[in-house]
């Protein structure tokens, strides 16, 4: 049997930009990509803290060390800049592959959205 389970989380950071006019998307500095096994173009679920708005799109890289967290296209109409989110990526595996698994969980600093070295 194959299951869902949390592969990818980057937990509180801060919305950076919201851009309507574009096909769609949440750019996410890269330097976060990388330590959350995130790649380009990943299916991935936001959850908004200040609104309670679930909905996902798919990761765009931004340039690394940038703090840039921008949602994209109809995704901007659910954020407000300086919202808090959460970015939560999910793999396929099975199940007793799942019972060890364990997600890359990222805590970057909520006011910069930068990794504390």
Not at 19 to 28: P, R
Not at 72 to 101: Q, T
Request: aromatic residues 6%; glycine residues 6%; negative net charge.
């Amino acid at each position: 049997m194959q299951i869902q389970i949390l592969k990818s989380k980057i937990h509180r950071v801060r919305v950076t930009q919201a851009e309507l006019d574009y096909i769609g998307s949440i750019t996410i500095d890269e330097t976060l990509m990388l330590a959350a096994n995130l790649i380009e173009g990943e299916r991935v679920q936001i959850v908004n803290i200040n609104n309670g708005e679930r909905f996902e799109t798919y990761v765009i890289k931004g340039a690394p060390n940038s703090g840039n967290i921008c949602l994209n296209g109809p995704a901007a109409r659910r954020v407000a800049i300086n919202d808090v989110i959460i970015i939560l990526g999910y793999g396929i595996m099975d199940f007793e592959e799942a019972k060890s698994f364990k997600p890359a969980l990222v805590f970057p600093n909520e006011t910069t959205n930068l990794l504390d070295s």
